[in-house]
């Protein structure tokens, strides 16, 4: 039975949907204060957060990096405005997926599921015996693990699975639509900010600093390809499509 750490200060909202997932299936476990819920974080140790940005003392942006900084469990934020800039900054602090209020459990729970599911390897990929090399990063599929030039690489579930989309056909560029539909399994013509937002929250993971782009690249007007360097650092995809596209 998956655990799941609601953080709400609405107790009307918190309510509703405990309510809502236990009759899910989910045992629910709520805070009503973002200090509350990372003290119950540390004893809980749940598989899903479902995180309020506006909550009283420490702020929902707060929790959602302090959080992300000790345990790459899946969270899922809430906002109010979802056509505001909350939705980027929350999901540039580490959050997986969000929802608008006023929450429909419906929606939320498919969520979940969907962030539960992302634990695992994509459907289109198989588990190999051994690990992937790309130049300094090593891709393990059947143990789920990333390294980089010998040290792990801790990511979060929709990070892994975005690494695992791109890197399955190096020089094969897929559009933000096709990576929404296989990471965050979202098949309606979707919000292109979660793509970007862990787009560059995983280059950053890469060692990409400054928008340098090693291993993801932008193909501007499409979406994004995954470039295996060779030895000697240059990029190494298939024919030319490689150099089609700037960085």
Do not use: N
């Not at 039975?1 to 200060?9: Q, S, T």
């Not at 959080?67 to 790459?72: F, M």
């Amino acid at each position: 039975m998956p655990r799941v750490l609601l953080i709400e200060d609405d107790p009307a909202v918190r309510r509703g949907v405990q309510l809502a997932l236990r009759h899910e299936g989910h045992e629910v476990f709520a805070a009503a204060s973002g200090e509350e819920g990372l003290e119950r974080f540390r004893f809980i140790r749940p598989e899903v957060v479902v995180l309020d940005l506006m909550l009283p003392g420490i702020a929902g942006l707060d929790v959602c990096r302090r959080i992300r900084e000790q345990d790459q469990v899946p969270i899922i934020i809430v906002t109010a405005r979802g056509d505001d800039v909350d939705v980027v900054v929350g999901l540039e602090a580490g959050a997986d997926d969000y929802v608008v209020k006023p929450v429909r459990a419906r929606v939320l729970e498919a969520r979940i599921r969907a962030v539960l599911r992302r634990l695992g390897p994509p459907a289109s990929t198989s588990a190999r015996p051994r690990p992937e090399t790309h130049g300094d990063l090593a891709v393990d599929r059947a143990g789920l693990t990333v390294t980089l030039r010998g040290e792990p690489v801790l990511l979060a579930p929709s990070e892994l699975r975005l690494l695992l989309t791109l890197s399955a056909s190096p020089g094969q560029v897929l559009s933000r639509q096709q990576l929404l539909e296989a990471v965050w399994e979202h098949s309606y013509h979707g919000d292109i900010r979660l793509v970007d937002a862990c787009v560059k929250r995983l280059r950053g993971k890469l060692g990409e600093p400054g928008g340098e782009a090693r291993y993801i690249h932008t193909v501007r007007g499409f979406g994004y390809r995954f470039v295996a360097p060779a030895a000697d650092g240059s990029a190494r995809t298939a024919g030319t499509a490689a150099r089609s596209a700037g960085s």
